[in-house]
């Protein structure tokens, strides 16, 4: 139905910068929003950026400044670029995204296979 790949992901030094992309596939006639989480071993999965479909954004307190969610509508694709990383950020990386499929009023709301970001001292 709708595939989401993720790519981006890697290992840098504490305040080196990133950017991950996640593109969307499918039949999309519209999007709600794009997302971007992370989950570190142990911990719960958190949402780090988001973008409606209108483009008004929000943030995890702890990367304000730092990310920075955007998103090319013509290429149904999210991308987060993260400056200034932190050992901290180090965790396993999903976007998602939900929306209406096209042809229909059906819903769809699809996660990326994840990507590996490790942020070393």
């Known amino acids: 139905q709708v595939q989401l790949v993720e790519s981006g992901g890697g290992l840098v030094q504490a305040g080196g910068s990133l950017r991950l992309s996640c593109a969307a596939s499918?039949?999309?006639?519209?999007?709600?929003?794009m997302r971007w989480y992370r989950q570190a071993p142990g911990k719960q999965r958190e949402l780090v950026a988001a973008i409606t479909g209108g483009g008004i954004t929000n943030y995890k307190d702890s990367v304000k400044g730092r990310f920075t969610i955007s998103r090319d509508n013509a290429k149904n694709t999210v991308y987060l670029q993260m400056n200034s990383l932190k050992p901290e950020d180090t965790a396993v990386y999903y976007c998602?995204?939900?929306?209406?499929?096209?042809?229909?009023?059906?819903?769809?709301?699809?996660w990326g296979q994840g990507t590996q970001v490790t942020v070393s001292s």
């Open positions: 998602n995204v939900d929306g209406f499929v096209a042809g229909s009023r059906s819903q769809f709301y699809s």
């Open positions: 499918g039949s999309i006639s519209s999007i709600y929003a």
